[in-house]
């Protein structure tokens, strides 16, 4: 196994590249909702031990890197491509779970050298970014080339979801997202389209953090409204939770988790078995 770790300011990406040291012209990115690269190391590990050359990368919350998600530059995700490109790798793919899913959908939208993009749990519409103006004058949570993404405004979330918790009864992160999510249009939903490659969607019936199944079904019609030129799939699991990844994250939170924890990990690993497979298949 060879490491190389990458930093943003030198290399204008943050990153641990994990190379089992085979011919495999074939690179993966990992990323994931959370600040740091622990979590995406875990996910390289587990895919260079199963022959792929994996990029764990971290896109904010590190050093010189944006500390909030507001106006993320996607420029480093066109950094990275380019590095692993001198290093002689020729397909370049990516993978992330939640919040990491939609960057990841956000990300081969606007670098057209990614040619398969695998998102789990993934949100449908760019949201409005955190922090305050001062941070940056975009106000979408990601940037490209200085520019604005079309995004849903915050407006009255908090109030909306507290209206919520009430007439239901209970308390739901998904009721957050839900609310938010629905104030979304056609003009700022994840631009699919631009992407240069095929796309799996991963879902689950029971994610009760973000409305992930829903925004799948949108963007697939959004897709074939587009006449989008390169393969789709949208795989729902009817037992699994918003942790579709194979490392789980906050699982103490997820009402499914503590009700049907066995359904969640058998879910978890079938899940790993669509990836390995869909990675295996893989073409340019």
């Not at 085979?22 to 979590?39: P, W, Y």
């Not at 190391?41 to 507001?70: C, D, I, P, V």
């Not at 049907?260 to 058998?266: G, L, M, N, S």
Request: hydrophobic fraction near 35%.
């Amino acid at each position: 196994m060879i490491k190389k770790t990458f930093k943003y300011l030198q290399n204008g990406f943050e990153g641990v590249l994990y190379n089992p040291g085979n011919d495999d012209d074939r690179l993966l990115i990992v990323i994931q909702g959370l600040k740091g690269l622990e979590l995406p190391e875990k996910y390289a590990r587990l895919f260079s031990e199963h022959g792929y050359s994996t990029l764990a990368m971290s896109y904010y919350g590190g050093e010189g890197q944006k500390k909030n998600m507001r106006a993320i530059p996607l420029e480093q995700f066109q950094s990275a491509c380019d590095e692993m490109k001198k290093l002689g790798y020729k397909r370049i793919g990516i993978y992330g779970n939640s919040k990491g899913a939609g960057m990841a959908l956000l990300a081969a939208s606007v670098v057209p050298d990614i040619s398969l993009v695998i998102a789990a749990s993934s949100f449908g519409h760019i949201m409005q970014g955190t922090g305050k103006p001062s941070e940056d004058p975009c106000k979408a949570m990601v940037s490209f080339r200085g520019t604005d993404f079309p995004y849903v405004e915050k407006g009255r979330l908090m109030s909306d979801f507290i209206k919520r918790c009430i007439r239901e009864h209970k308390v739901r992160l998904l009721y957050f997202f839900d609310e938010w999510d629905r104030k979304g249009t056609e003009e700022n939903e994840i631009p699919v389209e631009k992407i240069n490659g095929d796309i799996l969607f991963l879902t689950s019936t029971h994610d009760e953090s973000v409305p992930a199944k829903r925004d799948a079904e949108l963007l697939c019609k959004r897709l074939e409204r587009m006449h989008f030129k390169h393969n789709y799939r949208h795989i729902n699991s009817e037992t699994g939770s918003h942790n579709l990844g194979y490392f789980p994250v906050n699982n103490n939170m997820l009402p499914r988790e503590k009700k049907h924890p066995e359904e969640c990990e058998k879910a978890r690993e079938d899940t790993l078995k669509i990836i390995l497979k869909t990675l295996e298949s893989w073409s340019a």
